[in-house]
Nanobody, 124 residues
Framework: QVQLVESGGGLVQAGGSLSLSCAAS????????MGWFRQAPGKQRELVAA???????NYAESVKGRFTISRDNAENTVYLQMNSLKPEDTAVYYC??????????????????WGQGTQVTVSS
């Protein structure tokens, strides 16, 4: 049974930082892209950041320079360090693992497994 367990969400003031973690179990995902999506009320779920099996990263333009994605394959874990947070970053953040190996980015429609979601709220 595959599980993705997220932690690290919360309430932070604008300009602050949060670090999210997502630990996967049940399978080893070293050959799969992993990433983070977010969804705010009334908006589509969007890719925030992805990291490939080879360690390449890509980010939404809105978070470039502020967020950093990383992974630890030995721990089957993906992280998202979020700095200089803005109110528009407020959303539920979902960890995700691709359903196809060796992809260069992630698509919501191709996600194989989702985390439970963690609320990130940035106040002004």
């Amino acid at each position: 049974q595959v599980q993705l367990v997220e932690s690290g969400g919360g309430l932070v003031q604008a300009g602050g930082s949060l670090s999210l973690s997502c630990a996967a179990s049940g399978r080893t995902f070293s050959r799969y892209a992993m990433g983070w999506f977010r969804q705010a009320p009334g908006k589509q779920r969007e890719l925030v950041a992805a990291i490939t099996s080879g360690g390449s990263t890509n980010y939404a333009e809105s978070v470039k320079g502020r967020f950093t994605i990383s992974r630890d394959n030995a721990e089957n874990t993906v992280y998202l360090q979020m700095n200089s947070l803005k109110p528009e970053d407020t959303a539920v953040y979902y960890c995700a693992v691709d359903s196809v190996r060796f992809q260069s980015t992630m698509l919501s429609s191709r996600v194989g497994y989702w985390g439970q979601g963690t609320q990130v709220t940035v106040s002004s």
